[in-house]
DNA sequence: CGATCTCTTGAGGGGCCTCAAGAGTTGTGG
DNA sequence: CCACAACTCTTGAGGCCCCTCAAGAGATCG
């Protein structure tokens, strides 16, 4: 029942990390350093599936993806290409070429295992003859038992758990999974070519995450880390899928999340743009207040001064100098990274 | 068949101006100064619907509505609340007593009319005997005949000709359409408490506009104005919310859209926080280039020194000399207001 | 043809970014 | 458990980018 998995990359760390997180997570795992040796392994020994970098001396993995349809033995075991974010307008042409998936390195654990789950389950589904059609999507459903609940699907997946400052998804890499934070502090993030880094949206405990890639059936344009320890729910993406085009209801929340977002980003923007950073900052800690210490009078918050220079959308020093003007106007207090709010009413004023 | 509407209104230039709309639109219109004439008027003739200004000497909009609700004759009546815009807070109020709708002053031509058009429509239904239950949503649904479409919507909608720097509608509004443009060009922006305005969205031949505020059922954060004359259809938000319950695809196409724009918003983000007015300028003309002009080697744009500095989220003398100094490297050549993108590939590579 | 609006250029200054360096805190491995 | 490394926080100095105010030129409109 253990499935079996062929890795083929040249570079000796990469191949080596990543094996060894496949065998952690139970698959059997054959490594190769060049396509030319993976196909004679994947002939020696069928594999499930296999991982494949694109850039390899020798044969490359346009190469193996060719070869793979040639060979009958080997057609229709699924392919997910690894390339490197700097090749990223490549993978078109492995996506075209008949390649299954893709990950861009550097890439995380999580990513890496939803990635090859998804495509081992659905592969299972191909073997068991469901059409791949909406029609077909609608028998699986009815196959599963009754109508899904959003609950119900909550209920039933797997829960992670992560550390502070993991990678949840990175900028790039294909959705594969819902995220439903259970406990714990998420953001997610942009960064432009600078490096400078800006915090899109801030998720406590019962947000959902990620889903805008989803919906949109495209790359996440923004990477998620986690800033306090987290327990979170990953849903796989065709549930989610099924839900969206079973119940009506969940079309309609979601429509509604969406229009909010939009609506507090524009809002965001118009303050970016024409805001001085106190404003900006007293925003930051506000917004922050309300989202995790909702109904304190005085509440304490506690964030690493860049996190919260990339909520402003500033610098850190500029950040601190900020803080340090409104410590010295009583508006805070400071004890090492705690920011306690003394004066909520006159930091919410300034905002408008 | 002509509908009788009475206009409550202690300003008298508003009231006349509103009045003199109104009856441009085939209405027949009674006006009164003050809550207490209304009353008496109303009782007179009945009125098929009441326009009533809140803040009112001698009987004021909250005294109005009450009276309607004790007396018999008058109860059942639809009645709309003009506010100033500095008395929205106090909309609740009014919408809580059981008003069902309200205006803000200053409002648009179109908001007034679709605003009226809408409630008289629905008390017609109402008259008519319609469950309003979700139920009796698709019950009416099927009165209507057949499975509606998006296309079939278009061309049975009204069509409204703009135009240059009309307002569509305005922030802090309740929406009443969604609007979809023909031909000519419209603009998405808001402004902060300094006046300083930011453009949101720009549209083209075939864009939807006005959704956000629609699905999320919230008044409108953002104002829409024209910038080339303009043929806008415009569909009443009931068609629309019916479409959208009754059409799975319809749902999907807008979380897609939904979920394009935040990803768009974010990027933009971004680039606002960070980048210099340089990339800022360079991005608004290659992005108006590609939005209006689309497949030309050297584009010409035309708009306001001022429209450009909102898109770019500067102030109009910055954005000026930034044009000059491209100018000045002969990445565009200036005539007039029109400007001419003479280097598409280095104004792009620029960006980022 | 004057009034009004838009575009352009100049001068000045302030807000905020960057670089730098020291203090404080956290983590780690012997 | 301590010493050292690595990271985070803080403050200073310098300067640039871009905003603001001002005023004139050009365009538009009734």
Do not use: W
């Amino acid at each position: 029942m253990k499935e079996r998995i062929l890795l083929i990359e040249d570079n000796n760390e990469i191949r080596e990390n990543t094996a060894e997180i496949l065998e952690l997570s139970a698959y059997i795992v054959d490594t190769a350093e060049n396509g030319k040796i993976g196909i004679e392994k994947a002939l020696l020994q069928k594999p499930d599936l296999i991982i494949c970098d694109i850039m390899m001396p020798v044969l490359d993995g346009y190469g193996v993806l060719h070869l793979l349809g040639k060979n009958e033995k080997l057609a229709g075991i699924p392919l997910i290409f690894l390339t490197a974010k700097s090749e990223r307008s490549d993978f078109r042409k492995g996506m075209e070429m008949g390649a299954d998936d893709y990950i861009t390195k550097p890439f995380t654990d999580i990513e890496l295992l939803s990635a090859i789950e998804s495509r081992l389950k659905k592969q299972k589904i191909k073997d068991t003859n469901f059409a791949p059609t909406p029609e077909g999507m609608t028998e699986m459903l009815s196959a599963f038992g009754e109508k899904k609940t959003l609950e119900s699907i909550l209920n039933n997946s797997e829960e992670v758990s992560f550390q502070k400052k993991q990678l949840v998804y990175r900028e790039g890499n294909r959705p594969h999974m819902l995220y439903f934070l259970k406990s714990g502090k998420v953001k997610t993030f942009i960064s432009n070519d600078d490096g400078k880094v800006l915090t899109n949206s801030l998720l406590g405990e019962g947000d959902f995450f990620g889903y805008t890639a989803l919906l949109e059936d495209a790359a996440y344009h923004e990477s998620a880390e986690v800033i306090d320890d987290a327990l979170i729910v990953t849903v796989p993406a065709d549930e989610f899928r099924l839900l969206l085009q079973s119940n009506a209801e969940v079309s309609k929340k979601i429509i509604q999340l969406l229009s909010k977002n939009i609506r507090e980003q524009e809002e965001k923007l118009l303050s970016i743009a024409y805001n001085s950073l106190r404003k900006r900052v007293a925003s930051a800690l506000v917004t922050l207040a309300n989202k995790y210490e909702p109904g304190e009078e005085n509440p304490s918050i506690s964030f690493s001064r860049e996190d919260l220079a990339n909520i402003a959308g500033t610098a850190t020093e500029s950040l601190i100098r900020t803080l340090s003007d409104f410590k010295s106007e009583s508006l805070i207090s400071i004890a090492g990274t705690s920011i306690q709010l003394l004066n909520m009413k006159k930091l919410t004023s300034m905002i408008n």
